[in-house]
């Protein structure tokens, strides 16, 4: 026989059970679950099976559980999560990679029609081509404004036509349309809405991020800290190589200008009084190059008495 089990034992238990997963996990995925079935629900638990738990329930249950465990335990962390229970939502307990199971949760989407009322999550479009659908139809589509035609007994859509747009309810003519076509243009699964890691919550396109988009990111910041730092002369330890480097030429100019002078700048003024120099400099390495050719007068030297040897022997040939 069947024990029943009241409510207030069902909320204990539920307590008990994601306390139980607070104390055991650091990572936890916040996912959508609208419009997902208890079968979809079903093969989403089996494929997560492992490292993660899918844990729902209602908003109100789970608040009340985060508060007083955080309570008892001391650990606030957790409260960063109340905010993001809002709507049908629930939670993947998780110890893998938190892009790898935001990737496995995305693979269990189910195609779904187009229902009366539903908001729409994309654009649809209804394409080009032949319906199967008998003439007598037409009048679903004079409704929807779809130019058609009549091939070989059929109704055939000319061009393609967006009939619905995303955010937008699905109405009746819509539902019907798409129902006679055959199309089932919405898919529902759980969608990741926000990501806990340690005690921060943040947006899951940040598991989208890459080495080099870190590294462009970090490179960006470290030049507006640089920009500032210069601009507010306030030394850091990225700017002061700057700041160096601008001091110098600020005191190079101004020994330049004036008969003051220091060691670093008496090459920079003998430059300036003798332009010649810079020539010198310059052409100092191409003058180098032509140190090759007695390697090569050598080399035809020796080519020499062979070319002789090869007279001689023509010569005795005709005498």
Known sequence: MAVKVTKGEKKVNYDKKLCKLLDTYQQILIVGADN????????????LRGDSIVLMGKNTMMKRSIRIHA????NNSFLALIPCLVGNVGLIFTRGDLKEVSDEVSKYKVGAPARVGLVAP???VVPPGNTGLDPSQTSFFQVLNIPTKINRGTVEITIPV??????????????????????????YGLIVQFVYDSGSVFSPEVLDLTENDLIAKFAAGLSNVVG????????????IPHMFINGYKNVLSFAI???????????VKEYLKDPSKFAAATAAPVAAKPAAKPATAKE????????????????????
Do not use: H
């Open 257 to 267: 200008a004036t008969e003051y002078s220091f060691p670093q700048a008496e090459k």
């Open 122 to 124: 994309i654009d649809v």
């Open 36 to 47: 997902v079935g208890s079968n979809q629900l079903q093969m989403i638990r089996k494929g």
């Open 300 to 319: 035809e030297k020796k080519e020499e008495p062979a070319e002789e040897d090869d007279d001689d022997f023509v010569g005795g040939l005709f005498d």
């Open 71 to 74: 309570e008892k335990t001391g």
């Open 162 to 187: 967006e009939i619905i747009k995303k955010g937008e309810k699905v109405g009746s003519s819509e539902s019907a349309l798409l129902s006679k076509l055959g199309i089932k243009p919405f898919s």
């Open 228 to 239: 500032l730092s210069m601009l507010l002369s306030y030394p850091t330890l990225a700017a």
